[in-house]
């Protein structure tokens, strides 16, 4: 898995790459904790994500949780059929804003801000 931040205005957009699941939940939830320094509005593209197993999606609850509680959120783009399949087991997709795209996700965060 690999992870990279960037920034449009007060919005960080993360983008992960490869696999997110029991191997490296805890690198995951990390990191992100190290980005709260920078906003806690973020756009989560998973165009490269490929897989996410019930740890994964674990910490990207974990880091919803720790976002709402200093007034933030997370909005999930680009969901590819593997990761969306889990998102529509578990209902993720209720406590999470999915959107097609990282642009359509950004302009509905700026909507909310």
């Given at each position: 898995?690999?992870?990279?931040?960037?920034?449009?205005?007060?919005?960080?957009i993360?983008?992960?790459?490869?696999?997110?699941?029991?191997?490296?939940?805890?690198?995951?939830?990390?990191?992100?904790?190290?980005?709260?320094?920078?906003?806690?509005?973020?756009?989560?593209?998973?165009?490269?994500m490929?897989?996410?197993?019930?740890?994964?999606?674990?910490?990207?609850?974990?880091?919803?949780?720790?976002?709402?509680?200093?007034?933030?959120?997370?909005?999930?783009?680009?969901?590819?059929?593997?990761?969306?399949?889990?998102?529509?087991?578990?209902?993720?997709?209720?406590?999470?804003?999915?959107?097609?795209?990282?642009?359509?996700?950004?302009?509905?965060?700026?909507?909310?801000?």
């Amino acid at each position: 898995m690999k992870v990279e931040l960037t920034k449009q205005g007060e919005i960080c957009i993360l983008k992960t790459i490869g696999r997110l699941d029991a191997s490296n939940a805890k690198e995951f939830k990390d990191k992100f904790q190290s980005y709260l320094a920078e906003s806690v509005y973020f756009v989560m593209d998973f165009s490269e994500m490929d897989f996410i197993d019930s740890t994964g999606l674990g910490a990207i609850i974990s880091s919803l949780r720790k976002v709402t509680e200093m007034d933030g959120d997370i909005y999930i783009a680009n969901l590819q059929d593997k990761p969306r399949i889990l998102f529509e087991i578990t209902r993720a997709y209720k406590i999470f804003e999915v959107f097609d795209d990282v642009e359509t996700a950004i302009q509905a965060l700026k909507n909310e801000i």
